[in-house]
């Protein structure tokens, strides 16, 4: 293979046979846990990168299960998401991402930056309750549970709050482990369709794992809890800020 063929092929790692497909990447049936809790704001100050500006104490811990994505298979994702805003415009940053498939760990962390590894998250129905678990190999790091669809939500009003601006921060190093990209980019969930959306009384716990500190922004109260069944198309990013492009001495 000689060079020009070497960049018309090159679309990700392998070259021969990437870990996934190009986009569009699609959700089916795509079905959320949020239990959304307020936390110490020292902690979650520390935690989110400048620009982005913290509104409130308050987290979004997440459970999802993706039975069928383009590219992407089936497979279930757990972590945490933080209210923001960036230059005055409201949004939410993705600061920690568990789930169980290879391919969108790859996807996920080259194409938009998302702060993916590999766990084992779970989200099921048990009886009368929606459960949702988090284990990093034999310990649990996240437990939450809300009553199964107690009280319906206003669909359209869900979809809105899905349609808000999120951010991550993509870093991918070189070869002498220096950044080589460090960007925050900005992207939107696409062609949103709430099938169902509903509401009920929750629990969360969160534990301690040196690799998958989630207990680092601590549960102080439950404030509320959503169910939603959606279809959407996960829109590709574009960067909104370049680290390395700033003077040494910026804040």
């Given at each position: ?18 870990s996934y497909p190009p986009g569009p990447y699609k ?225």
């Open positions: 293979m000689n060079i020009k063929e070497v960049r018309k092929s090159a679309f990700a790692m392998p070259l021969a046979n990437p959700f089916v049936n795509r079905e959320y846990m949020i239990i959304t809790y307020r936390t110490d704001p020292d902690a979650l100050r520390a935690l989110v990168p400048a620009p982005l500006e913290v509104t409130d104490p308050v987290v979004k811990y997440e459970f999802i299960r993706m039975p069928d994505s383009t590219g992407f298979g089936d497979y279930t994702e757990s972590g945490q998401v933080i209210p923001v805003s960036y230059q005055g415009r409201k949004g939410s940053y993705v600061h920690a991402m568990y789930l169980n498939d290879d391919s969108p760990i790859s996807g996920g962390r080259e194409i938009w930056g998302f702060p993916k590894k590999l766990a084992e998250p779970c989200l099921h129905v048990e009886k009368d309750a929606l459960v949702g678990t988090l284990n990093v190999g034999s310990i649990q790091v996240a437990s939450g549970s809300m009553g199964y669809k107690h009280r319906e939500l206003d669909l359209e009003q869900l979809r809105q709050s899905l349609l808000s601006p999120s951010y991550l921060l993509k870093i991918i190093p070189h070869v002498d482990c220096t950044p080589r990209i460090c960007e925050l980019v900005e992207y939107y969930l696409e062609d949103v369709t709430v099938k169902g959306a509903w509401t009920g009384p929750a629990a969360l716990e969160l534990h301690g794992h040196a690799l998958a500190p989630v207990a680092d922004l601590p549960v102080l109260e439950v404030l509320s809890a959503t169910h939603i069944v959606a279809d959407l198309t996960l829109g590709l990013g574009r960067v909104v800020h370049d680290y390395l492009a700033e003077e040494p001495d910026a804040g």
